[in-house]
């Protein structure tokens, strides 16, 4: 019996182990691209945190995220912006640093066409939309989406001391 329940004991601390590891590898991989995002927005207009907060409401900064024709960190459309992305050398829409480095042109672009940050981002979340994106806006909405995302970025910006 003592031997059944010391082999249970020693399978659930490796088990225990090998999640923390598991979750030690995520958060060093999101630093790393947390390190990415902060590089390439000193030559943007956009702040690291603002990007940081579309890629947690995005994916959660989950790589591999899909959602129809868009996919990655920052759930990029691969059929909408492949142009692009081929324009920017990135060749793999679900390499995080590529989807990155796409994803904050788009903002970017955005940003300068519509000189607001909730626009910006209401038209990367649902483009003409009457409802949810720049028409919306147009109209005086402003989405939940854009008011997330700027809350959680204004957020970030306090927690890194800016």
Known sequence: ??????????????????????????????DDWTEYIELICLDSKICPELVEAVIERESGWD?????????????????????????????????????????????????ERYEDPAAALMFYNAGYSDKLGIRAYENGVISSYANEILERAAELERLHGK
Do not use: K
């Open 1 to 30: 019996m003592r031997r059944v329940v010391g082999t249970i004991v020693l399978i659930l601390l490796m088990w225990c182990f090998g999640l923390a590891l598991i979750v030690q590898a995520e958060h060093s991989r999101q």
């Open 63 to 111: 790589p591999t995220a899909v959602n129809g024709d868009c996919v990655g960190l920052m759930q990029v459309d691969q059929i909408i912006h492949w142009r692009r992305a081929q324009e920017l050398n990135c060749l793999d829409l679900m390499d995080p640093y590529d989807n990155i480095r796409v994803g904050v042109s788009i903002l970017e672009d955005l940003a």
